[in-house]
T-cell receptor, first 114, second 112 residues
Framework: AQSVTQLGSHVSVSEGALVLLRCNYSSSVPPYLFWYVQYPNQGLQLLLK??????LVKGINGFEAEFKKSETSFHLTKPSAHMSDAAEYFC????????????FGKGTTLSVSS | DVKVTQSSRYLVKRTGEKVFLECVQDMDHENMFWYRQDPGLGLRLIYF???????EKGDIPEGYSVSREKKERFSLILESASTNQTSMYLC???????????FGSGTQLSVL
C-alpha cells in the first residue's frame, strides 16, 4: 500500500532562514507526489506536484521540491522563510495507478519567528 | 475557480444521532472524496467515489456510509454518531485521471 512519512511534526525557523520539510514515500506504482498547505482556519491548497516529469518541481510562493527515487524522498524547501509561511504542510502520494485518491502524511507545522 | 461547498462549517450533534454531511462541487468532476482531519493524524480517507452511484472504501470507513446520487453531490452519513467521530471533515473533488484535489473549507463536527 502507498504511504508517506513526514519527519518532524513541528519545524521552527527564523524569518529569512532556509525551510526544509521532509517527506519519504512508499509506493508500489510509479509515484505521483504532492505537497499541500493549510493556513490557519483555511482549506487545503496545492503547493506543487510531481507526476514523473522533471525531478525538481517548482510551486507557488517560492517553494520547490526534489523527487529522489534512490532515497524515496520528496522534501519541500524554500530558500528564505517569511512570516506568512507559517502553516501546516502535508505531503501526499496517489493511492493507485488511476490516481483516484491521495494518501496524506500526518502533517508538519511550520512556525516562523522574527 | 473550482468551488467545493460543504453545507455546514460547524455542527454539534448528540451521540446516537444520524448525521448527514453534504458536499457539492461545481466543476463536473468525476471523483469526490471524504477525509477526516485530526491533530497529529493528518488527513485520513474515509470514502471516495469515481462515478455516480459508485463508492470505494478508504482507510477508515467504519461507522460511515456515503451516497452519490448525482455527479455534483457527495454525502457522508454517520449512521449513529459517536464521540470518537468528533473531527474536522473535509470534502474534495478531482477530475478524471486524478491528480490535484480541490478541497472544501471543512465541517467541524462535535458529537456530545
Amino acid at each position: 500500500a502507498q504511504s508517506v512519512t513526514q519527519l518532524g511534526s513541528h519545524v521552527s525557523v527564523s524569518e529569512g532562514a532556509l525551510v526544509l520539510l521532509r517527506c519519504n514515500y512508499s509506493s508500489s506504482v510509479p509515484p505521483y507526489l504532492f505537497w499541500y498547505v493549510q493556513y490557519p482556519n483555511q482549506g487545503l491548497q496545492l503547493l506543487l506536484k510531481y507526476t514523473s516529469a522533471a525531478t525538481l518541481v517548482k510551486g507557488i510562493n517560492g517553494f520547490e521540491a526534489e523527487f529522489k527515487k534512490s532515497e524515496t524522498s520528496f522534501h519541500l524547501t524554500k530558500p528564505s522563510a517569511h512570516m506568512s509561511d507559517a502553516a501546516e504542510y502535508f505531503c501526499a502520494v496517489r493511492m493507485n495507478q488511476a490516481g483516484t485518491a491521495l494518501i496524506f502524511g500526518k502533517g508538519t507545522t511550520l512556525s516562523v519567528s522574527s | 475557480d473550482v468551488k467545493v461547498t460543504q453545507s455546514s462549517r460547524y455542527l454539534v450533534k448528540r451521540t446516537g444521532e444520524k448525521v448527514f454531511l453534504e458536499c457539492v462541487q461545481d466543476m463536473d468532476h468525476e471523483n469526490m472524496f471524504w477525509y477526516r482531519q485530526d491533530p497529529g493524524l493528518g488527513l485520513r480517507l474515509i470514502y471516495f467515489s469515481y462515478d455516480v452511484k459508485m463508492k470505494e472504501k478508504g482507510d477508515i470507513p467504519e461507522g460511515y456510509s456515503v451516497s452519490r446520487e448525482k455527479k455534483e453531490r457527495f454525502s457522508l452519513i454517520l449512521e449513529s454518531a459517536s464521540t470518537n467521530q468528533t473531527s474536522m471533515y473535509l470534502c474534495a473533488s478531482s477530475p478524471i485521471g486524478g491528480g490535484k484535489l480541490f478541497f472544501g473549507s471543512g465541517t467541524q463536527l462535535s458529537v456530545l
